[in-house]
């Protein structure tokens, strides 16, 4: 729940800085700092920086499907260095932690904030994880079939009634 007080923190200073952005709104008043200080109570300097680095990313990216906020996160620079996005012999890969930490964390969002359901977003959480596996953890592959694969319940189209005779 540390996302809820950073957003409150920002949601003040952002008040105070209209014209920034919620990144340059952290980076202006280095908001990392004290949390990454407050993390690090629990001893662990290294999974401190992870946990505020998780926090921070996640109030800067957009609201919205976890698909397309995941997508948005593969193209994000600052997401690509949370999900260890790298080059090996001419493919770009992530890493399968850091992924399905960030798809927790935007879906727990999403069901604080009353946008989804828990039993939904713990759907969808399962939903890119499996597509991250299937895809083998390319980010390029798992950016692409993350729209790709977009199920869209389109309504078909209902028969019409026959119309009664009319008898004249």
């Given amino acids: 729940m540390a996302w ?3 957003e409150a ?3 003040l200073v952002a008040d105070l800085e209209p014209t920034m952005s919620r990144a340059q709104v952290i980076e202006h008043w280095e908001l990392a700092l004290p949390l990454v200080a407050a993390f690090s109570e629990d ?3 290294y999974a401190a920086q992870e946990r505020a680095a998780l926090v ?3 109030v800067t990216l957009p609201e919205g ?3 397309e ?3 948005l996160a593969i193209e994000d620079p600052r997401a690509r260095v949370f999900l260890g996005v790298h080059e090996a012999s001419g493919v770009r ?8 930490e960030l798809a927790r964390f935007v879906s727990d969002r999403e069901a604080v904030e009353g946008r989804a359901s828990v039993a939904l977003t713990d759907r969808q959480v399962d939903d890119v994880a499996k597509l991250a596996a299937k895809e083998g953890y390319r980010a390029d592959a798992i950016a692409k079939a993350l729209v790709a694969d977009v199920k869209l319940e389109a309504k078909k189209p209902e028969k019409a009634a026959p119309s009664p005779s009319v008898k004249r």
């Fill in 93 to 100: 890969w992530l890493s399968k932690e850091r992924f399905e």
């Fill in 4 to 6: 809820a007080h950073v």
């Fill in 56 to 58: 921070l990313l996640g």
């Fill in 65 to 67: 499907p976890l698909r």
């Fill in 43 to 45: 001893g662990d300097p």
């Fill in 9 to 11: 923190v920002i949601d």
């Fill in 69 to 71: 906020v995941m997508k």
